[in-house]
């Protein structure tokens, strides 16, 4: 079988520059990085061209080891609108190392819908990712400088909010204590790191408006507290201005290609299932500023990345997608049905009937939000036309549009079908409804998600999680919408229970305040804002060859 990196290699890119004359984007607002990419000025989004294209977005159904496809599906539906003659372009997300290294791999597609230059959007790309890494450990480390030099705000080394980032697994780095070594080496305190995804200078850079919004964003940066319990913000250190200078270049969304040469604009970072998991409404904007059809994504599963788009981007934003795509595949229906990893290539239509209840839940999310969607099966060469024909049956049955898709082996020709069928499911939508209203409670918020999204019984809030609800009403903050954190595994807050889940309780143990991002963040369960590494990371079957191409990543 051909790998992603041998199909890549076969790749004829356009220069960046007539990707941008494709959009009709004037050459004084690119800014190239090389040949194949390029920065887009935020000065773009000012020339006036007329369009306000349509927004697709593409989500999926709960993730399996088997992998879903939704990036793939994505891309591979834009080379088809592309096909088609249709003016589109591509908001994707960037991707994290950490998990590059990790176990997912890489995070541009595969096959023929890839992104490219895929090995250089992997790894470093143009560094937006250190550029955020960086800012958020400037005000970490301008934090321990004051308390280093008099603290003269009286912070509350004990109650220090704000946490170190870095683009990487290290699961040894989630709990560690600062400042050992003597006086000279800083003040002793427990801190730790998150990954640079679950950064909430991320959440604030993917959500603001402009420079101004962003500036305004990290000024209100709740850090921690004083002795005498009083909010210290990160405007009172004096250093959003440096943490806009660090943030300059990654303000502006990134310009590649995929393989057949459809535009995409890449901004913005991943992990629904810890952070808010969508691409920068700048990127989202510019998109539909230059096509006639935006395709943007949200992941995880709908109940995590697409639950967030629509009630904190689209309701921050004023967005609203004309169409939504749910991705599925044979392979993670049958594991939701009880189906071994190992045994996924044989025919099973006992456990593949089993696991359309993952289906049916996402399916019921999606009208949940006024809109009709379109599941795209996104087929393996060991689908059988029995399986196949069973999930369309039950899309049917159930009122839903069906398009099975083969764009990873076959392009945008694979996914033709899909794109037709997205374009006639534009009438059948009506304006979402968010799942809350912002005035309510904060825990009836959390209710509303759990039960609506997930499908739980009640939600269940740990000693911890009741304290920092105190905090979030002395600051005034109930009003803000909700941001979950929940295991992308599964529906429940329990990464083993597949399917369809019942008769279960959400246990939230912890909520974050991100003030400048704009939302509360929703700990559950067991999940964690700094994964680890498994025991056979991918790292271990990456080379670097004689020739220079990458070997292993993806």
């Known amino acids: 079988m051909t790998t992603d990196v041998e199909i890549a290699q076969q790749f004829k890119p356009r220069p960046i520059t007539e990707i941008a004359e494709q959009l009709g984007i004037d050459a004084e607002y690119l800014h190239p990085y090389g040949r194949d990419i390029a920065k887009i000025d935020l000065r773009a989004l000012q020339q006036k061209n007329g369009r306000k294209g349509r927004l697709i977005l593409v989500s999926a159904t709960t993730p399996t080891p088997s992998g879903e496809g939704k990036t793939t599906t994505t891309i591979g539906l834009g080379q088809a609108f592309t096909r088609l003659n249709e003016s589109v372009c591509l908001a994707l997300r960037e991707p994290s190392l950490g998990p590059c290294l990790g176990m997912k791999g890489g995070a541009t597609g595969g096959g023929y819908s890839q992104i490219m230059p895929a090995d250089r959007i992997n790894l470093h790309f143009t560094g937006d990712f250190h550029a955020i890494t960086s800012a958020n450990n400037l005000l970490s480390a301008t934090i321990d400088n004051h308390f280093f030099h008099g603290n003269k705000l009286g912070i509350d080394p004990r109650q220090i909010a704000w946490r170190r980032v870095m683009d990487m697994n290290d699961r040894s780095l989630r709990k560690i204590v600062l400042g050992l070594g003597g006086k000279n080496q800083g003040i002793p305190r427990e801190g730790g790191f998150d990954i640079t995804a679950a950064s909430e200078v991320m959440a604030m850079l993917c959500l603001a408006d402009d420079a101004e919004d962003l500036k305004r964003r990290l000024d209100r940066i709740l850090i921690g507290y004083s002795y005498e319990n009083q909010p210290i913000y990160a405007e009172q250190l004096e250093i959003t201005g440096a943490m806009m200078a660090l943030l300059r270049d990654a303000m502006q969304p990134n310009l590649v290609q995929s393989f057949e040469g459809t535009p995409a604009l890449v901004h913005g970072g991943p992990f629904a299932n810890i952070a808010h998991g969508c691409n920068s409404v700048i990127a989202t904007r510019m998109a539909m500023n230059y096509a006639d059809w935006a395709i943007t994504e949200a992941g995880f599963g709908f109940d995590l990345g697409a639950e967030k788009f629509f009630d904190i981007k689209c309701r921050i934003a004023g967005l609203d997608p004309d169409a939504v795509v749910l991705v599925t595949t044979v392979r993670a229906l049958k594991m939701h049905g009880g189906k071994p990893k190992h045994e996924l290539e044989t025919e099973d239509l006992v456990a593949l009937r089993e696991g359309l209840g993952n289906l049916d839940k996402h399916i019921e999310s999606v009208e949940l939000f006024n809109k009709h969607p379109v599941v795209a099966l996104n087929r393996f060469a060991s689908d059988t036309d029995a399986e196949v024909a069973l999930i369309r049956a039950r899309c049917t049955e159930l009122g839903v549009s069906f398009a099975e898709t083969t764009h990873h082996a076959n392009g945008g020709e694979g996914a033709l079908e899909l794109a037709k069928a997205v374009m006639a499911s534009v009438e059948k939508n009506r304006p979402?409804?968010?799942?809350?209203?912002?005035?309510?409670?904060?825990?009836?918020?959390?209710?509303?998600?759990?039960?609506?999204?997930?499908?739980?019984?009640?939600?269940?809030?740990?000693?911890?999680?009741?304290?920092?609800?105190?905090?979030?009403?002395?600051?005034?903050?109930?009003?803000?919408?909700?941001?979950?954190?929940?295991?992308?595994s599964s529906l429940s807050d329990d990464p083993t229970l597949h399917g369809r889940p019942r008769g279960f309780e959400v246990t939230v143990r912890q909520i974050q305040i991100n003030a400048g991002a704009g939302f509360l963040v929703i700990l559950t369960g067991d999940i964690l804002r700094m994964p680890g590494l498994p025991k056979h990371p991918a790292a271990n079957r990456m080379r670097l060859l004689d020739n220079g191409i990458i070997e292993g990543l993806g």
Do not use: N, S, W
Request: charged share 30%; net charge negative; with cysteine.
């Open 432 to 488: 979402f409804e968010p799942l809350y209203a912002l005035e309510l409670p904060v825990v009836d918020k959390v209710r509303a998600v759990c039960k609506a999204m997930y499908g739980a019984d009640d939600v269940a809030f740990t000693k911890d999680a009741e304290r920092d609800l105190k905090h979030v009403e002395q600051l005034g903050l109930t009003g803000l919408p909700i941001c979950v954190a929940k295991a992308p």
